[in-house]
């Protein structure tokens, strides 16, 4: 069992006693591990399907359009009328609660994109037709996995970083630090401008 040092648990203690801090951490981390699961909320693909007494399961492999009938060995549009009618007519399909991945556009909308919400599109569209529900619960997975890769490795570097200069310090140290206080003086949006150009 860990044992947390005094400072530490009156830190925790005083954490918990903010009931809206502590409150936020539960839903953020809900939001969180519920956006681990996208695929099995927000897809374009079925969970499950029973074709002709066989089993299929397009989540996790993939499946052409002969598969289930169909005329091409392309890959398979669940969402195409055609291929749905083929197979509900001798099966069946078991679909995710959203039935839009983050980059499906939906064709068959009542109005021009940017649709409003409605039953099948919870959240409404973009304006290129994508259901908004499905893109934040993928793009809220990327930010904090984002956030948090990012997090471990400017550790990561700031240890080795502060390693060498107590190791080595003098010369050493003094450029480090001379180093640190340039790189902490640059405009962060302009090194993120020429970063993402790089990379």
């Known amino acids: 069992m860990i044992q947390l040092k005094p400072l530490t648990r009156k830190r925790l203690q005083h954490f918990k006693a903010n009931k809206r801090g502590f409150f936020s951490l539960i839903v953020f981390l809900i939001l969180f591990f519920v956006s681990l ?18 089993s299929y399961f397009p989540v996790f492999k993939t499946y052409t359009d002969k598969s289930f009938g169909g005329d091409f060995d392309t890959e398979a549009d669940y969402r195409d009328p055609y291929l749905k009618d083929l197979i509900e007519k ?31 599109n919870l959240l409404g569209t973009d304006d290129q037709g994508r259901d908004v529900l499905a893109r934040i619960i993928y793009g809220f997975r990327i930010s904090v996995l984002f956030g948090l890769v990012l997090m471990l490795i400017s550790s990561f570097v700031g240890i080795i970083a ?35 150009s790089i990379v």
């Open 37 to 54: 699961g996208a695929e099995f909320i927000a897809n374009d693909k079925p969970y499950f399907i029973h074709f002709r007494g066989e």
């Open 90 to 120: 001798e099966g069946w399909m078991l679909w995710p609660p959203i039935r839009y991945s983050y980059a499906t556009v939906n064709y068959d909308l009542a109005m021009p994109a940017p649709s409003r919400p409605d039953h099948e």
């Open 162 to 196: 502060g390693a060498v200069q107590g190791y080595f310090g003098g010369k050493v140290d003094l450029y480090f630090q001379r180093f640190i206080e340039i790189w902490s003086g640059l405009p962060t949006l302009y090194l993120l401008i020429i970063l993402s």
